[in-house]
């Protein structure tokens, strides 16, 4: 690592996450407003949606979340960059079934330049809501390499 030896518990690392219904647009929706449980290096930032890599490194990112509508298409994306959401380039994608009450989880390690955006993105063709009492809303991520 480029900080010279360190203890796992010197790694950015932050989670965040709450059990409210979502309101997701019929296109694409940064999820914002989850509760930090944790932000090691301050670098996520809650209103915003978006963690800032305060290094270079390998990450590990993870987020969830439950589409309560059925027949709409729907996706989880973890997505690099500032732009409207949607806009950016795209990390990792997941598509799940168009069927009432789908949880969706989604994971991939990805190398960042210090001051690299992540955000967590959801689409619907239909406008929805996530059921954060049914599965949580969910985003982590942490510096593994």
Do not use: M
């Not at 932050?14 to 407003?33: E, G, H, P, Q, V």
């Not at 090691?40 to 890599?53: K, M």
């Not at 809501?129 to 599965?135: D, E, H, V, Y």
Request: net charge neutral.
């Amino acid at each position: 690592s480029a900080w010279g030896p360190v203890t796992n518990n010197a790694l950015p690392k932050f989670k965040a996450s709450n059990t409210t219904n979502l309101s997701l647009a019929a296109s694409y929706t940064r999820i914002i407003n989850l509760t930090e449980e944790y932000d090691s290096h301050s670098a996520f930032t809650p209103s915003t949606g978006f963690f800032v890599a305060p290094v270079a490194g390998v990450y590990d990112f993870k987020a969830g979340l439950c589409f309560t509508t059925s027949s709409n298409r729907r996706f989880l994306q973890i997505e690099k960059g500032t732009a409207a959401a949607g806009s950016n380039t795209p990390l990792a994608r997941v598509e799940g079934p168009a069927t009432a009450y789908s949880s969706l989880n989604i994971s991939v390690d990805v190398l960042l330049a210090a001051g690299d955006s992540v955000a967590f993105v959801a689409y619907s063709a239909g406008a929805t809501t996530s059921n954060g009492s049914f599965a949580p809303n969910f985003f982590s991520g942490r510096l593994v390499d």
